[in-house]
């Protein structure tokens, strides 16, 4: 058993290694990631702790300050667990139940071996980010206290908080997965299921509700079992007194949790591997749907425009993973929902950038890949009798039907919470809506110059065909300049940038550099009027990409 377990979580080990090692782009967002989260807290760490280790050695605590500290560390530790657990059972539901070649894996070792290796390498990432990081704070706590005791008993502490979060994580995840991927009543809406809580997930961070559970939980957990790891970790601290039946307690409990939880994990996971899918697609309330759009272009567009339209929106009804990179922009939003939240208004910036993306959202629905949208059939697809202009505006159409409602709902909402008086407002209405009709037309274009044919991984276990790196760079850059220059003729901030530039290179080591602000007005015109033309030609070599397209 233990050669086989071992084997089944070095393989699953090493895939996520070579997954993560073989793709440059996913080892850049870590680097960012790493850089941007845990670098100040780092440096702020690797700061502080050497002072707090020569005064926890100096100093000489009371009763009511050690109490303190202790429930502070207590706190923390059992926060840590319910934090690593809640990730394992993300991680569960999302990647780590879904077991790479389950034909070859479930049939070559019994269930119980593949169960303790999967949760085996997850313990595994956990401990080679978190450990190495306990490791460095509580090295530098001990480098001010004199002694290397801090080192051991952090990482042992942190270890055991691993050890159980993990399995306990991934008993809870594979249920969750098993309800909303077999159980027929649940997996119907599990689309539903998930948009809803991650929009609770991101509005708890938005509005601060998420602090305030981590602050309740700190509070309520600190003389909990889940706290008593903490004990451990303060083992040769002056001034503090661990309780040794709370560090025994730890341990044994470490060993029975993580017992219980292996043993419970694998007839659940002998019951969901070997279970039907359950089918989730209604294909009458599909056709329905498609008879129902057909007849509203009825009439209105040529019947092959209209096939293209509603097929383009068919296939992501079908498949909505495909949309995930339209979203990832609002992540960067957090913050400023926070900030509406914290003023209980929208300033009026927000409201612009909220309608510039929405404009930016209609452009990458269905038109910034056109080719590489059309997969294995591109070939059937571009040598019929379908012509470019067909096709490409069949695009349009669908990113137009989606993207101006969203726009114009959008834009309306903002700009009613917005100080904006009604002429603004009803001006960023317009403009928006505006927007949102020329946006799928600027996209055919770039997305056509800068096509991808291959599916990329959306998430850790779903693959879906995206639009090039390439042409979100250059649609977005060809959305956010002609915005920027309409913001600097409209807020007549030419003089005001020259003279921005003047200070700034009158400070400068280099060639002092002197622009006035009417050659400014005119580079701003020049790029606004260039950005409204940007959509027509950009379709017009759409068009002409598709009717000349070669494969070689």
Known sequence: MAHAVLTVADLDFRRTVRSIAGDRTKLLLMAVVAVVALGPITVLGVSLLPTL??????????????????????????????????????????????????????????????????????VARYAVVVLPLTALFAGAFAAGAGTPIPVVTATLSVALVVVTAVPVGFLVGIWVRHLITVYEPIARYRTLLFAAFWLAYFGAIATGGLNAVMGTLFTALQASPLGWPGHLLVIGIPGLEPSLPAIAG?????????????????????????????????????????????????????????????????RTKRAPIRLAYAGYPLLGALGFIQQIVELGTVP????????????????????????GDLGPALPAVVTSTLTGRQA????????????????????????????????????????????????????????????????????????????????????????ALPSGAAAVLYLEAP??????????????????????????????????????????????????????????
């Open 53 to 122: 280790g020569e005064q926890a050695v100096t100093a000489s605590l009371t009763t009511d300050t050690a109490t303190t500290v202790l429930e502070y560390v207590t706190g923390g530790i059992a926060v840590l667990w319910v934090l690593l657990a809640v990730m394992t059972v993300m991680r569960t539901v999302t990647a780590v139940a879904a077991v790479d070649e389950p034909a070859f894996l479930l049939l070559s070792t019994a269930v119980r071996n593949a169960v303790v290796g999967i949760v085996a390498a997850e």
């Open 250 to 314: 730890a341990i044994v409990g470490t060993v029975c949790l993580t017992s219980v939880a292996l043993a419970a994990a694998v007839p659940a996971a002998d019951r969901h591997w070997f279970a039907d899918p359950a089918r989730t697609d209604d294909p009458v309330d599909e056709g329905s749907s498609s008879d129902r759009l057909t007849a509203l272009l009825a009439g209105r567009v040529s019947r092959p425009v209209r096939t293209v339209t509603v097929t383009a929106i068919r």
């Open 348 to 371: 009026a910036f927000l409201a612009v950038l909220f309608c510039l993306y929405a404009v930016w959202a209609a452009g990458v629905l269905f038109t910034l890949n056109p080719l």
């Open 392 to 479: 490409i505006r069949g695009r349009i159409l669908a990113g137009a039907l989606v993207g101006v409602p969203l726009a114009f709902i959008v834009s309306l909402g903002f700009g009613i919470a917005s100080p904006l008086e009604l002429e603004q407002s009803a001006a960023l209405t317009v403009t928006t809506v505006a927007g949102a009709i020329a946006t799928p037309a600027l996209a055919t274009g770039i997305g056509s110059a800068f096509p991808r044919f291959g599916s990329v991984n959306v998430t850790n276990n779903r693959e879906a065909v995206m639009p090039s790196k390439t042409a979100f760079f250059i649609y977005t850059l060809a959305i």
């Open 495 to 552: 003089g005001l940038i020259a003279g921005l530039i003047a200070s700034v290179s009158a400070w400068s080591p280099l060639p002092s550099i002197s622009i006035s602000a009417h050659t400014i007005t005119i580079g701003a015109w020049t790029v606004l009027i260039g950005g409204l033309i940007a959509p027509i030609v950009s379709y017009l070599y759409a068009v002409e990409r598709f009717d000349w397209y070669d494969f070689e």
